[in-house]
């Protein structure tokens, strides 16, 4: 396989100096992206390599400057005013521990997770330089090939397995874990256990690919090196060891000199221009949220980055708006969670899962085919012996939520509904009722408030709304409007049966090198 500086190295020579950043009011740019996470970090590394300026427009923090700790990131352990997005209390995905509420009261910041609430479904996701990569697991998955055309049936596979998967993977630097040093190391107790109830259960139990450095993780383990993954680092940011966007495309494309980013900088508006291209209307924010200023900019060409939520509120709000009155109707649908569900199960005392865990997984228990649920072990690193097994699934519910627009709030609804996760939760319990009935154990009810045994009311990896071939052509550009595409994971309708930064990152590879080749 190619290496990452191979894949993202330069096709035209660097310009002799970056466009100027933050964006100033009035100021004209070729392409602006919108939203730095998977999709805009390829199309703007691409963009530039084919020797066109870009700007992106970044709502988050660029998440390079130490706090007080001397640290740029929080520890979950103990959250603090650098974990949340403006909110005044955490919301930890795991929400008490013992029965014993765990949230916390926190100042309002431009933290790094957003926990945005929907009725029916709180969706998290990563602010800042970098998006998403900033705060998830890193779990680097390619779905299966039988299952790709269920995940994206316009998408000739053939060229997506050949092609795009693997420059994918090389341009996020995804890695496999020394399976002998995982058999023995402290910090994956909880992953072999979790592998040796799958496996008495005769379920397929796989070793999935990470974008963390595991040399470092094991310099970590030998006490060598700065604990990132063994210090329980991962959901408000890794100090080290994780390849976020930040160590891998995004420098890649700064190296360019054609690539710009402004942070705290968030896109309001979008409309045409008489004279060809489009306005853009951007809030300069502060850290507490505040917008200091405004400012207007144009564009030749507009690409939406800014995620499954943030892409579909644009366009649909737009859209309504009367801003792009042209997008057709497919905008806002065919959003889904990725049928995520979380429980924990409480194992016997003779299968303690271990003090030190290691907060990136490795390991998923795989019953799609059979019971349409894909399992990842996932860690519960508290720093105490838990006796408890955690896990995210991503099932293979069918069900579909929309984006619409409500002129009384001026926002976008979500028309999710919370009873649908009971599909997921059926699903999941495929694995897990079969697996408490073999070990004789049960599920833990301490872990989501109250006495919940599942955690059904979030996810991780929303998708959709602006699905591709519907609401774009099939290479991502809007219907309606030339010169506006769309880069992200709301392109993917709903599930990708795994988890979904590699997909989302290979189908920006292939789109952006079809729209740049036929002609921007
Ligand atoms: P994303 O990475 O969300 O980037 C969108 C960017 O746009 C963000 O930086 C926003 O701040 C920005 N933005 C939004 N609105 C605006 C606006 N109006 N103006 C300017 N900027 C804006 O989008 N996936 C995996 O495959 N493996 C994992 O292990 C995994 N773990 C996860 C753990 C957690 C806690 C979370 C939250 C997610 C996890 N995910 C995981 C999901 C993954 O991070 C997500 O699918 C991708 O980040 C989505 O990529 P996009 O490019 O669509």
Request: overall charge neutral.
């Amino acid at each position: 396989m190619l290496g990452a500086a191979a894949v993202l190295g330069r096709a035209v020579p660097a310009a002799a100096a970056p466009p100027p950043a933050p964006i100033a009011s009035g100021s004209h740019v070729p392409a602006l992206i919108i939203g730095s996470g998977y999709g805009g970090s390829v199309a703007a590394l691409r963009l530039a390599q084919a020797g066109i300026d870009v700007h992106i427009i970044e709502m988050g923090q660029a998440w390079d400057t130490p706090g007080s700790d001397g640290k740029i990131f929080a520890n979950t352990k103990s959250p603090d005013v650098r974990s949340f997005w403006l909110r005044t209390k955490t919301k930890q995905p795991v929400s008490s521990f013992l029965g014993f509420p765990i949230d916390k009261d926190v100042p309002k910041y431009t933290g790094i997770l957003d926990a945005e609430d929907f009725s029916g479904i709180t969706v998290y996701q990563g602010r800042g330089v970098g998006g998403g990569s900033l705060v998830n697991g890193g779990m680097a998955v390619t779905p299966p090939r039988a299952r790709f055309g269920g995940v994206l049936p316009s998408v000739d596979a053939n060229e997506m397995y050949d092609t795009y998967y693997p420059r994918a993977r090389a341009g996020l630097g995804v890695t496999d874990i020394d399976q002998s040093w995982w058999e023995t190391a402290d910090c994956y107790k909880y992953a072999r256990v979790g592998r040796k109830h799958a496996q008495r259960s005769n379920f397929d139990h796989v070793f999935v690919s990470n974008v963390y450095d595991f040399d470092y993780m094991k310099a970590e383990q030998a006490g060598t090196v700065p604990k990132s993954a063994l210090d329980a680092e991962v959901i408000y940011g890794n100090n080290a060891g994780k390849k976020s966007l930040q160590k891998t495309y995004l420098p890649a494309a700064k190296a360019t000199n054609r690539v710009a980013i402004s942070p705290l900088h968030k896109v309001t508006s979008v409309t045409p221009r008489a004279a060809g291209g489009y306005t853009i209307s951007i809030e300069q924010l502060n850290t507490a949220g505040d917008v200091v200023a405004t400012k207007t900019v144009s564009a030749d060409r507009v690409f939406f980055a800014a995620g499954s939520v943030g892409t579909s509120k644009l366009l649909v709000k737009l859209k309504a708006t009367g801003a792009l009155p042209n997008l057709n109707n497919e905008v806002g649908k065919g959003w889904g969670d990725n049928g995520n569900v979380m429980c924990g199960r409480a194992n016997h005392m003779w299968d303690p899962t271990g003090s030190v865990q290691s907060s990136i997984p490795t390991t998923g228990i795989d019953n799609w085919a059979a019971g349409g649920a894909f399992a990842e072990v996932a860690p519960l690193p508290t720093g105490i012996e838990t006796y408890a097994s955690l896990y995210l699934s991503i099932t293979n519910t069918p069900n579909r939520a929309e984006f619409s627009y409500n002129a009384s709030t001026g926002g976008v609804d979500l028309s999710w509904q919370k009873a649908w996760k009971q599909t997921s939760i059926d699903m999941a319990k495929t694995i897990f009722n079969k697996i408490n009935s073999k070990e004789g154990t049960i599920y833990r009810t301490d872990l989501f408030g109250g006495t919940k045994q599942w955690q059904d009311g979030l996810t991780y990896h929303p998708l959709g709304g602006a699905v591709l071939n519907k609401a774009t052509d099939n290479y991502g550009r809007l219907h309606g409007y030339s010169g506006l595409y769309v880069m992200d994971g709301s392109l993917i309708p709903g599930n990708t049966s795994v988890n979904p930064f590699v997909t989302i990152t290979a189908l920006a590879e292939r789109n952006i090198e079809n729209i740049i080749t036929t002609g921007l």
